[in-house]
């Protein structure tokens, strides 16, 4: 069994926050070793209430340009940190680099494999296999098991054994009062083929902040998105909160969502943040879908949003143009449908309170 053990996923935050989970539950089933993480700055700051045999490490790869600049980034973490095993969690040009050179100086190496045929297969436009790919995080899973290192699955969420204080989000609200429903929305997503139209989000949104008692959080990034989100509270009233505006930082956005009801969101990060926290998400699915293997953590079927179509998916990360070019798999979708699964689950959630 290795000592040391660098672990790579430099990737989008949502990626990174998929491989939570799993690295928890082996740092916590190998106390014996030591773990030691890399992504870049922004996901780095989501690894909280973390095992005390894991160290995470944000990295500058602008400093690490070119073959000599991997070079020297693996010669340093092998120097500082005896590695003897890298878990190759990303599987990039830079990862698989880093990989060669450190397999060179006698490090045991494991890496994440894509399926990129099957991949291929299920986005295709003709003769598409409707199959679902391996979940990403069994993927992850597979990295170390061929790494020998078992996991026990003892991950529940982020904050177990210390449940976040409202004081970290007491910036944008007071603590829930009793009888007061939170919802999240998060109506963005990096790629067009994941984004919802705002303007039939904005619907739902506006039906939701009619409803006494309802207060809504909204979460974006950029200028525009943070624009959109204030004109809709500037218009639906003071029960909706721009996130995105006051800028309280990742820590403090994930200890909101512990405390909400029911998250909406694109497939994006978001919905794996919510997921980190075990917060049930309303999921809306254009041109990916679940069988593409990044479903969030937990999360359930039942509650995701998405229109059959034989053109679906058509792309793995929805960064493919529409093949019809009118979005329908998103368009089709009626702000109402998306409002009845939202009142399921809450209605599911009360019921099963009163059990």
Not at 54 to 82: C, T
Not at 153 to 159: A, L
Request: proline share 6%.
């Amino acid at each position: 069994m290795p000592k040391n053990v660098l672990i790579a996923r430099f990737s989008a935050l949502g990626d990174v926050a998929m491989t939570i989970p799993v690295v928890y539950n082996v740092c916590r089933t190998n106390e014996q070793v030591r773990f030691i993480f890399i992504t870049k700055k922004l996901p780095a700051s989501i690894f909280l209430n973390k095992p005390e045999n894991l160290e995470v490490i944000p990295i500058e790869l602008n400093q690490y340009k070119g073959l000599s600049g991997l070079w020297r980034l693996a010669s340093e973490l092998r120097g500082a940190y005896d590695i003897d095993a890298f878990a190759d969690l990303h599987g990039s040009l830079r990862t698989r680099i880093m990989r060669l050179f450190l397999r060179l100086r006698g490090v045991r190496t494991a890496h994440i494999h894509k399926q990129r045929l099957r991949r291929r297969a299920l986005t295709r436009a003709r003769n598409k296999v409707m199959l679902p790919l391996t979940p990403t995080r069994a993927k992850y899973r597979e990295v170390f098991w061929s790494l020998g290192l078992p996991r026990e699955d003892s991950f529940d969420h982020i904050f177990q054994g210390a449940e976040p204080s409202p004081e970290l989000y007491a910036a944008a609200t007071p603590p829930c009062a009793p009888g007061e429903t939170w919802i999240a929305v998060a109506p963005f997503a990096a790629h067009a083929g994941k984004i919802y139209p705002p303007e039939m989000m904005e619907q739902v949104v506006a039906t939701l902040a009619a409803r006494p008692g309802y207060k809504l959080f909204l979460f974006g990034g950029g200028r525009e998105e943070t624009a959109t989100l204030a004109r809709w509270r500037a218009k639906y009233g003071e029960n909706l909160v721009n996130m995105a505006e006051l800028r309280l930082g990742l820590p403090a956005e994930m200890a909101l969502l512990r405390h909400c009801r029911v998250m909406v969101s694109m497939d994006s990060a978001n919905m794996h943040l919510a997921s980190l926290v075990r917060l049930r998400v309303v999921s809306i699915w254009g041109a990916t879908h679940p069988y593409c293997g990044f479903m969030g953590w937990h999360q359930r079927r039942e509650d995701t949003v998405q229109l059959d179509m034989v053109c679906r998916p058509c792309s793995i990360y929805g960064n493919h143009p529409c093949r019809r070019g009118d979005y329908h798999c998103l368009r089709g979708i009626q702000p109402g449908f998306i409002i009845s699964r939202i009142d399921r689950l809450l209605k599911a959630q009360s019921q099963k309170q009163k059990e």
